[in-house]
């Protein structure tokens, strides 16, 4: 059973970096995709990026497409969420999830972590 335990929350200045992590307590990630998925306030939750286990590719999010990076540590059973040059809209929770089809969709993903808050300050 997948369990995900996400960290690294927390605030920046516009611009900073953050690294969040998603463990996978019931290391079994190596059979999942792994997804990140952000909620900022009064919104719906969004496709932040993917990566899959077997060939490590990876997707993101126009919107964060060359700021974020998502990577992986195999014998961890971690997954990260590195965030550079960080904006005022990037605050939400933050979500990692893990489900079995390489897709952008929130409703394809079978476990979620509880999310951690980032905020960003201007």
């Known amino acids: 059973q997948v369990q995900l335990v996400e960290s690294g929350g927390g605030s920046v200045q516009a611009g900073g970096s953050l690294s969040l992590s998603c463990a996978d307590s019931g290391r079994t990630f190596r059979r999942y995709t792994t997804g990140w998925f952000r909620q900022p306030p009064g919104k719906e939750r969004e496709f932040v990026g993917f990566?899959?286990?077997?060939?490590?590719?990876?997707d993101y999010a126009d919107s964060v497409k060359g700021r974020f990076t998502i990577s992986r540590d195999n014998a961890k059973n971690t997954v990260y969420l590195q965030m550079n040059s960080l904006k005022p809209e990037d605050t939400a929770v933050y979500y990692c999830?893990?489900?079995?089809?390489?897709?952008?969709?929130?409703?394809?993903?079978?476990?979620w972590g509880q999310g951690t808050q980032v905020t960003v300050s201007s």
């Open positions: 999830a893990a489900g079995s089809t390489t897709t952008r969709h929130p409703r394809d993903y079978d476990s």
């Open positions: 990566i899959t286990w077997s060939a490590g590719l990876t």
